[in-house]
């Protein structure tokens, strides 16, 4: 499988891709900005963009999303109480980024437990609610995209509209720490992580 992390924009939002190398076929998650970026690595490596996948519908994990969409014609897969949210500039705190909500609406909804393919990989989406309403970790095999869920020794906001820190915890607890340890965790922010790292040394997961 092909990885890449991009920290894009003024949040260095991690963008990532991820392709199937034998069929080529390729999704991105989270274009947070710079699309030229994106754009690029996608022609350099002659992928075929099948699904643009948001972890949630912050505008530092969006800015690029309309560009992205008009550019490869990718699906775009976001969780229910999410993908209501989308075109929503208070929801995605598009004015703390000077700019406004994407236009695109999600061609694909997603439910905890749903999945998707390109080529040989398969995408789980597991709902995570907390850092939003409609916050979303997807497991690839050993792959974790966490998105604003989980950070390497930290975890996400709860102080935006939709944000609820219990639930946070509980999506964490309950959805997150049955994965196995060597499943690798990437980040919508900072370097990436493993669950059996978090599970050990998280300071917000000491009790559970
Ligand atoms: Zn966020
Ligand atoms: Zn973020």
């Known amino acids: 499988m092909f990885l890449k992390r991009l920290p894009l924009g ?6 990532y891709i991820l392709a199937d190398e034998d069929t080529k076929e390729c999704a991105i998650f989270d274009p ?45 897969v976001a969780h229910r109480c999410d993908a209501e949210m989308l075109n929503d500039n ?28 390109i080529g040989n990989l398969e995408f789980r989406f597991i709902h995570t609610p907390g850092h939003t309403l409609g916050g ?5 095999g050993d792959t974790l995209i966490s998105g604003d869920t989980l950070f390497a020794g930290s ?14 915890i509980d999506s ?21 992580t493993t669950i059996g790292y978090e599970r050990e040394n998280n300071p917000y997961l000491e009790r559970l």
Do not use: W
């Open 32 to 76: 947070s900005a710079e699309a030229d970026r994106i754009m690029s690595v996608v022609e350099e490596n002659g992928f075929d963009v099948k699904y643009i996948i948001l972890t949630h519908v912050h505008a530092d994990h969006v800015m690029a999303l309309d560009k992205v969409k008009r550019l490869t014609g990718a699906d775009i």
């Open 155 to 168: 975890v996400g906001r709860t102080d935006f509209p939709g944000g609820d820190h219990k639930k946070l």
């Open 136 to 140: 979303m970790c997807i497991l690839c």
């Open 172 to 192: 964490i607890k309950d959805k997150l720490m049955v994965l196995d340890d060597d499943i690798n965790v990437y980040p919508g922010h900072g370097p990436s």
């Open 10 to 15: 003024s949040m260095q939002t991690n963008c």
């Open 90 to 117: 208070g929801y995605t705190l598009s004015g703390l980024f000077f700019t406004s909500a994407p236009q695109s609406k999600a061609d694909v909804v997603a439910e905890d437990g749903d999945t998707l393919t």
